[in-house]
């Protein structure tokens, strides 16, 4: 069976190397997947838990660099740079109102930065902070979230408990983020990234601060709809819209067209 087979070609034995491969019966989303493999393991026997993507990749150095950057600045939360942070893309929604710095200009001299988040496909976290984050919430990551803005999530929760993020440059990463030109997966995309956000908003804006966040937010989906209407997207344009419907709704968890 797939296990089989997965066991078999994907991860041989290592002298040395105990592995385990759990396997859920439903599709749990990623924060659903990493909640019940930690569910899964004893924390107390592990200094660190690493969170991967299924379609990144890493160097055989890579963790090792990670723990040795963590130790070097005291951060709990570690991960290697990627295309996609925050630091080095555009500003399509009002990060600003959390509290969150963005650089305007991305530094290619940098080996690290603080951030506010670490990108989700690739993450260190000390089982330290993990347990810390379990205890108060009974969860690593917000389940409801299902897929995206879950580290968003994550980093501003850590920051509300006292810990810190960091991205460096030092260690080997590359992440193919799937086939994101498809029409479907960009519809996904969409429909998560436009509700989950207001979760965010929710969770993590002062009341004074959410009409305008709400007004900002509003606006610019309103405006990528419009965009993506134009050039014959429906699908998007679709996503879109029932993700903000369902966001100010309070319906998550997994969308029922995924």
């Excluded at 439903?26 to 690493?50: P, R, S």
């Excluded at 600045?73 to 290697?80: A, I, K, Q, T």
Aim: charged content about 20%; hydrophobic content about 40%.
């Amino acid at each position: 069976d797939f296990l089989s087979e997965l066991k078999q070609h994907v991860f041989p034995s290592v002298p040395g190397v105990r592995i385990f491969i759990f396997c859920s019966d439903e599709n749990l989303g990623f924060t659903g997947g990493m909640n019940y493999l930690t569910g899964k393991i004893d924390l107390d026997a592990f200094d660190y838990l690493f969170l991967l993507n299924n379609d990144a990749t890493v160097n055989p150095d890579t963790i090792a660099t990670l723990v040795e950057v963590s130790n070097r600045h005291d951060f709990e939360l570690v991960g290697p740079a990627t295309k996609n942070n925050p630091a080095a893309c555009g500003r399509r929604w009002p990060e600003w109102l959390f509290g969150i710095q963005v650089p305007g200009r991305f530094d290619q001299d940098k080996n690290g930065w603080n951030s506010f988040n670490v990108d989700g496909s690739a993450v260190l976290i000390s089982c330290l902070a993990a347990k810390k984050i379990i205890s108060k919430r009974k969860q690593l990551l917000v389940n409801k979230l299902f897929l995206y803005t879950e580290d968003t999530e994550l980093g501003l929760y850590a920051r509300r408990l006292g810990y810190e993020s960091f991205v460096t440059r030092e260690a080997g990463f590359h992440h193919s983020r799937g086939d994101y030109a498809s029409k479907r997966r960009l519809g996904i995309a969409h429909y998560y990234m436009s509700r989950n956000r207001l979760y965010l908003a929710g969770e993590y804006l002062s009341v004074p601060l959410k009409p305008l966040f709400h007004f900002n937010y509003l606006f610019s989906r309103l405006v990528i709809l419009t965009c993506q209407y134009l050039k014959g997207n429906r699908n998007n344009c679709l996503a879109i819209w029932q993700g903000l419907i369902d966001g100010y709704r309070g319906r998550y968890g997994k969308w029922k067209l995924h």
